[in-house]
């Protein structure tokens, strides 16, 4: 009823930012579950039964909550924009596209020195994907390969997703679907590179990342891109955008 006399979006956002916390993640749960099932019914699909509709609704919620929780725990880094890696490290900023209808998306990694240089991009498509979380992992799977082959021995992985952060750093997720893969990630961790740390950014830091998980996306099934030279237009772009606001 308080959203009903919103003239635009703007006011709706508005509204809803300014309610209880509890209210708040609610109508959020409840216009992204709106939104999915209408847009399932637009596709032909069955769309839930109204007790299945409110229990996503609240898993929506709960999952939130406990997120914003860890967060509060964790202590998030202050940081808006990329900033450069210390001395004789490499910063890699990794990203995935995911599309939940088709389980498949895209990968993308950017390696940068402390002159905030480009040393190597990278691009390729994903399949077969559990879910987000799942195209995450792999995509930092995808990077450590990288970085691995390329002999680069101290290195600042970065990522946009604070769950991939927390499953690197904590024993919480070993016993999930994907815990093998997280277990070989952090086993190569320790054992390949002289010295190496996950690291959890806004995605106001992982831009060119995000640009090539999108480009990943459209590759060949099974195939790939790197770069150490003539990276793509729009990557370079941005980098230049964030060393002019640096």
């Given at each position: 009823?308080?959203?009903l006399?919103?003239?635009?979006?703007?006011?709706?956002?508005?509204?809803i930012?300014?309610l209880q916390?509890?209210?708040r993640l609610?109508t959020?749960?409840?216009?992204?579950?709106?939104w999915y099932e209408r847009?399932?019914?637009n596709?032909?699909?069955a769309?839930?039964?109204?007790?299945?509709?409110?229990?996503?609704?609240r898993?929506?919620?709960?999952e939130w909550s406990?997120?914003?929780k860890k967060?509060?725990?964790i202590?998030?880094p202050s940081?808006?924009?990329w900033?450069v890696?210390p001395?004789?490290?490499?910063?890699?900023?990794?990203?995935?596209?995911?599309n939940?209808?088709t389980?498949?998306g895209?990968?993308?990694?950017i390696g940068?020195?402390?002159?905030a240089d480009?040393c190597v991009?990278?691009?390729g498509?994903?399949?077969?994907m559990s879910?987000?979380?799942h195209?995450?992992?792999?995509?930092?799977?995808h990077?450590?390969?990288?970085v691995?082959?390329m002999?680069?021995?101290?290195?600042?992985?970065?990522?946009?997703c604070?769950n991939l952060?927390?499953?690197m750093?904590?024993?919480?997720?070993?016993?999930s679907?994907?815990?093998?893969?997280?277990s070989d990630?952090?086993?190569?961790?320790h054992?390949?590179?002289?010295?190496?740390r996950v690291?959890f950014?806004p995605?106001?830091?992982?831009r060119p990342?995000?640009?090539?998980a999108?480009?990943?996306?459209g590759e060949?099934?099974?195939n790939h891109?790197?770069?150490t030279?003539?990276f793509p237009?729009?990557?370079?772009?941005l980098v230049?955008?964030?060393?002019?606001?640096?």
């Amino acid at each position: 009823m308080k959203l009903l006399p919103c003239c635009s979006a703007i006011e709706v956002l508005d509204e809803i930012l300014n309610l209880q916390e509890k209210e708040r993640l609610l109508t959020v749960a409840l216009l992204w579950s709106w939104w999915y099932e209408r847009n399932k019914g637009n596709h032909g699909e069955a769309r839930m039964s109204v007790e299945g509709f409110q229990f996503a609704v609240r898993r929506h919620v709960d999952e939130w909550s406990s997120l914003l929780k860890k967060q509060a725990q964790i202590g998030l880094p202050s940081v808006s924009k990329w900033e450069v890696p210390p001395s004789g490290f490499i910063k890699l900023n990794i990203d995935a596209a995911f599309n939940e209808e088709t389980r498949s998306g895209g990968w993308g990694v950017i390696g940068r020195d402390e002159s905030a240089d480009i040393c190597v991009a990278a691009a390729g498509p994903l399949q077969h994907m559990s879910d987000a979380m799942h195209a995450e992992a792999t995509a930092m799977s995808h990077a450590m390969q990288l970085v691995e082959r390329m002999g680069m021995g101290r290195v600042i992985f970065e990522t946009d997703c604070l769950n991939l952060k927390h499953a690197m750093t904590t024993s919480d997720y070993s016993l999930s679907l994907i815990g093998n893969l997280f277990s070989d990630m952090k086993f190569r961790l320790h054992m390949c590179f002289i010295e190496a740390r996950v690291v959890f950014v806004p995605r106001a830091c992982n831009r060119p990342a995000h640009v090539l998980a999108a480009k990943g996306v459209g590759e060949v099934q099974e195939n790939h891109v790197v770069w150490t030279s003539d990276f793509p237009t729009d990557v370079t772009r941005l980098v230049t955008g964030e060393r002019a606001v640096s």
